[in-house]
Every structure is written in C-alpha cells, then in structure tokens.
C-alpha cells in the first residue's frame, strides 16, 4: 500500500475542485487555476472537501502512479491557494540583477547584458542587486524556470562565481599549481 497515495488531501475554503470524465482535474483558487490530465486508469474522487486518489489493482504500473497522482494533485492544490517561488542568489564581482518593467538584465561578465522576461505565469522580482526570486502557481514551471535562469551562468568550482539556488552548496576545487611547482 502506497504510504502517500492513502492520504487524502484537504481542499481549503475558497478552492473549487471538479474532476472530468478522463481524469482531467481543475483546481480553481485565489491566485489562478490549474488543469491537468492524470492516467485514466486511477480513481479520483472529490467528496467531503477532500479529494483521494485509489488504484484499480496491485500492478507495478498502478502502484507507481498511486503516490505521484496524489502528489501532483495536492501541488495543484497548493499552487492555487498559497503558490511556489524559488530564490537565485548571484555571486561574482560585479555580477548583478536588475529589474526593467517585465524584464530582469543581468550583467554576468559577458559583453552584453542577459534579459529574461517574465510570462504570463511566472513573475520574477529582484530583492537585491545579487538575488533574484521566480514565483507562480505550477511548482513544475516555476522549478524550470529558475533552473533556466540558472544555466545562464552556472556556478563555476574554482571561484564559486555564477548564478545559483539559494542554500546550494558549491564544492570548490584547488586551482592549478603556481610557479615553484614541481616538473
């Protein structure tokens, strides 16, 4: 038995649930609203203010998307009443961000500054010169975005300079052997 794909999920005040024939699931909320299509083969049900997700038998295929349907319902849920963001920090002298409009410039050592737009899903703001934060109500757009951001300038192991998550730990390497070295 699926230790997460048991758990109902509580669907908050304010969140409207309706689930179509092909289990196409709508979750409406305060900040927007989502659609997604699930295998037609999972039950899902909405009663009560809770939505659970069941498997029709103990197959391998059935057991494996039991709990990742369960997850990506509750994303939704979640999405639509509270949202996800993800913090980039810039590191690098005179690497920096700044914000124009629906743009975000970024000057990381390059010729030419590196602009990125916001969609109509994703917003980006700009705490900070060195910090950059990716926001929406899809964990799994918000997630590519910022690793898209990301990849402009990833952090490199001699210096630590570029563009990474927030708390992410970069392993360092020892640079080369300078003059005096051993032939």
């Given at each position: 038995?699926?230790?997460i794909?048991?758990?109902?999920?509580?669907?908050?005040?304010?969140?409207?649930?309706t689930?179509?024939?092909?289990?196409?699931?709508?979750?409406?909320?305060?900040?927007?609203?989502?659609?997604k299509?699930?295998?037609?083969?999972?039950?899902?049900?909405?009663?009560g203010?809770?939505?659970?997700?069941?498997?029709?038998?103990?197959?391998?295929?059935?057991?494996?998307?039991?709990?990742?349907?369960?997850?990506?319902?509750?994303?939704?849920?979640?999405?639509?009443?509270?949202?996800?963001?993800?913090q980039?920090?810039?590191?690098?002298?005179?690497?920096?961000?700044?914000?124009?409009?629906?743009?975000?410039?970024l000057?990381?050592?390059?010729?030419?500054?590196?602009?990125?737009?916001?969609?109509?899903?994703?917003?980006?703001?700009v705490?900070?010169?060195?910090?950059?934060?990716?926001s929406?109500?899809?964990?799994?757009?918000?997630?590519?975005?910022?690793?898209?951001?990301?990849?402009?300038?990833?952090?490199?192991?001699?210096?630590?300079?570029?563009?990474r998550y927030?708390?992410?730990?970069?392993?360092?390497?020892e640079?080369?052997a300078?003059?005096?070295?051993?032939?």
């Amino acid at each position: 038995m699926s230790r997460i794909g048991i758990k109902p999920i509580a669907v908050p005040a304010g969140v409207d649930v309706t689930i179509a024939d092909g289990n196409v699931v709508t979750v409406k909320g305060p900040k927007g609203t989502l659609t997604k299509s699930y295998n037609k083969d999972m039950i899902i049900k909405f009663e009560g203010g809770e939505i659970t997700v069941e498997r029709p038998s103990d197959n391998k295929q059935h057991k494996s998307l039991h709990g990742l349907t369960r997850t990506l319902i509750n994303n939704q849920v979640i999405g639509v009443t509270e949202g996800y963001s993800k913090q980039l920090e810039i590191v690098g002298v005179g690497y920096r961000a700044q914000k124009k409009g629906k743009d975000v410039h970024l000057n990381l050592g390059f010729s030419h500054p590196v602009v990125v737009s916001e969609t109509d899903s994703i917003k980006l703001d700009v705490p900070q010169p060195n910090q950059i934060v990716v926001s929406g109500i899809d964990k799994q757009e918000v997630g590519q975005f910022a690793s898209e951001i990301r990849e402009k300038r990833p952090p490199e192991p001699y210096k630590g300079k570029g563009i990474r998550y927030t708390g992410e730990y970069v392993i360092h390497k020892e640079g080369k052997a300078g003059k005096g070295a051993k032939k």
